[in-house]
């Protein structure tokens, strides 16, 4: 079974661009989430999707971010225009919908390394 | 506030030492869940272990072994015999089970472990 993948695995980019970052959860995992790790800091919570809907964006920085989940499968996280701070790697997890309560596990991707120059 | 501490940033042991990396949390819930990602060089956070905050049994997995102290709020992970393929980033985390089912996991700052032949 493949695991969650993310799309690109490296993405160089310059101040003021826009860079769409993909990420293909497990397959029949409905919950998605997006996580990144700025240089030096933790890693952090971005936003979580149950299927297509947002269930908790909390964790967005800002509207230069948009994250979509169409159909309920793969995400897109755009950054429209990339600043100097949003250089790090954003890694995508997903879970299953737990049966009978409870949590189940994240798994994570390899993450996307971003760098804005 | 959910917090996790790893106060250990780098760690460095000769092969077949035993090495135990540190984990504190703080969370005014009394539901919660405790994790392991261990994040290799080629970059994915790879899930270790997941705790629930009502079993405070230590687990053993091979050569990895876990304790778990609410007194101390901590969740230390121990490896024995370390071997070269445990140089990594070890993260602890958190989530909290009251909120929804699928609730977003804090993570420590990790600690990077070089087992050196």
């Known amino acids: 079974e493949a695991g969650v993948t993310q799309f690109p695995s490296h993405s160089v980019i310059e101040k003021g661009q826009t860079v769409t970052l993909r990420c293909d959860p497990i397959?029949?995992?409905?919950?998605l989430y997006w996580y990144r790790r700025v240089m030096g800091k933790e890693i952090k919570f971005l936003l979580h999707f149950v299927k297509e809907s947002k269930q908790d964006e909390s964790g967005m920085p800002n509207n230069r971010f948009l994250a979509e989940r169409t159909g309920g499968t793969y995400s897109t996280l755009k950054v429209q225009p990339a600043e100097l701070e949003d250089s790090g790697v954003y890694f995508c997890?997903?879970?299953?919908?737990?049966?009978?309560?409870?949590?189940?596990?994240?798994?994570f991707g390899a993450g996307t390394r971003l760098s804005v120059l | 506030a959910q917090k996790v501490t790893q106060a250990q940033t780098e760690i460095s042991v000769v092969e077949k030492e035993d090495v135990t990396l540190d984990c504190v949390y703080e969370?005014?819930?009394?539901?919660?869940?405790l994790f392991w990602y261990k994040q290799p060089p080629s970059g994915e956070l790879v899930f270790l272990i997941r705790?629930?905050?009502?079993?405070?049994q230590n687990e053993i997995s091979g050569r990895y072994s876990w304790n778990f102290q609410k007194s101390t709020s901590s969740f230390n992970f121990t490896i024995t015999a370390s071997q070269v393929v445990d140089s990594a980033v070890y993260f602890c985390a958190l989530s909290e089970a009251m909120k929804t089912s699928y609730d977003k996991v804090i993570f420590g700052p990790g600690t990077s472990l070089s087992v050196i032949p």
């Open positions: 705790r629930n905050s009502f079993d405070e």
């Open positions: 997890a997903s879970s299953q919908a737990p049966r009978g309560g409870g949590k189940n596990i994240q798994y």
């Open positions: 397959s029949g995992h409905d919950n």
């Open positions: 969370t005014r819930d009394t539901t919660y869940y």
